[in-house]
């Protein structure tokens, strides 16, 4: 450790970085490990920009380690690959979701959920097997354990699959998860952003009859005639609220801000489940007796395993679905961080790393 990070690794990379809490963005020369017998390096194309990626460029979680790339919807193509890959292959497409490593040996490793294994290695920020920082795919190579590489089927568009390596299985696990993958489930989505909009789409594939709930009445004709939803609901409308009580099976709440559960809970019917997958800075206040009158349920879920993150994928090339994307230049990214923040985006920057991302910068 101490090593400057162009000198950590052989091999030489380069990236865009924060250098601190201010989270912005600029170049950054640095240095991946040599390709090892079980990983697989490819050349980036495109990277997702998630909300979590602006949360740690400010250090909002207290955990951030700089300089700090992010990036955890990383897509490419295959360049290199160690001796006892079997998986893949060079000029296969590929990618990486949020995380890089995990123990590989405790009861969550071994049932196919890493994502709650208690030393997963994320995909940039953290501390790898080998003692230095992971960086993320702001940057022009990756590499990465074959275990940990999902693979892009052929159909998909590169760009616009990207952000289903974190938005994609973190409404796609808990829609299997909690059972409302089953034809002729109602199932409501809180919040119509990068998560929420790619929910609509998983939940309509599924069979589910799909409610969207949002704050913002604007977004009613875009939920419903482009993303296919069934209906549509004003949270703060109450009389619409009021005529949807006890009728949903399940909802999958995407948003991260702190907001009043009691009106969705009582949406649920009997047994129904609400799922927090949007994570709010401060504690959320949460009434019992609802739960307790309605047999319900408020749970969350992160991510997905390996082997479920595949099968979303796959499910996804199956149906077609992908995510509604603004394909943005890698010098733009400080913009989009801002816009991200405004939340004015539909729904989800993707950085076109192969065309812009320029060494000479």
């Keep these: 450790m101490g090593q400057a990070p162009e000198q950590e690794h052989p091999k030489k990379a ?3 970085a924060a250098r601190d809490s201010s989270g912005v963005l600029s170049p950054i020369h640095f240095s991946r490990r040599a390709t090892g017998e079980k990983d697989v390096a490819f050349k980036v194309m495109y990277c997702g920009i998630c909300h979590s990626d602006l949360h740690m460029l400010k250090n909002d979680w207290g955990s951030s380690i700089y300089p700090l790339i992010p990036g955890h919807e990383i897509v490419g193509v295959v360049t290199e690959v160690g001796s006892k890959v079997e998986k893949f292959k060079v000029g296969d497409k590929v990618g990486v979701g949020c995380m890089v490593g995990s123990c590989r040996s405790c009861d969550n490793c071994a049932s196919n959920l890493e994502s709650y294994c208690l030393k997963i290695i994320l995909t940039y920020g953290a501390t790898y097997y080998d003692g230095t920082i992971t960086y993320g795919g702001y940057s022009d190579t990756m590499v990465a354990e074959e275990h940990f590489v999902v693979r ?15 938005a994609g299985i973190t409404v796609y696990s808990p829609l299997k998860f909690f059972g409302l993958d089953k034809p002729g489930m109602h199932v409501g989505i809180v919040g119509l952003g990068g998560l929420g909009h790619v929910a609509v789409k998983f939940a309509k594939a599924m069979g589910a009859k799909v409610t969207v709930i949002s704050t913002s009445p604007n977004k009613k004709k875009e939920a419903m005639e482009r993303l296919g939803a069934d209906s549509f609901l004003v949270s703060r409308n109450e009389d619409e609220m009021k005529a949807a009580v006890s009728t949903m ?13 009691m009106p969705l809970i009582e949406l649920l019917k009997t047994d129904g489940k609400l799922v927090l997958v949007g994570v709010p800075d401060k504690p959320i206040e949460l009434s019992i007796f609802p739960l307790v009158k309605g047999r319900k349920a408020v749970g969350g879920s992160c991510i997905g395993g390996m082997k479920e993150t595949q099968d979303m994928i796959d499910f996804a090339a199956k149906h077609n679905i992908t995510a509604d994307i603004e394909v943005i230049p890698m010098d ?3 913009t989009a961080m801002e816009r991200l923040a405004k939340a004015d985006v539909r729904y989800r920057f993707v950085i076109d790393i192969g065309k812009t991302l320029n060494s000479a910068s």
Excluded: E, R
Aim: charged share 10%; glycine share 6%.
């Design 14 to 16: 380069f990236g865009w």
């Design 152 to 166: 892009i089927p052929d159909s998909m568009p590169l760009d616009a699959s990207a952000p289903l390596l974190c």
């Design 249 to 261: 099976d399940g909802i999958i709440d995407t948003v991260s801000a702190v907001h009043p559960l």
């Design 332 to 334: 733009y990214v400080n």
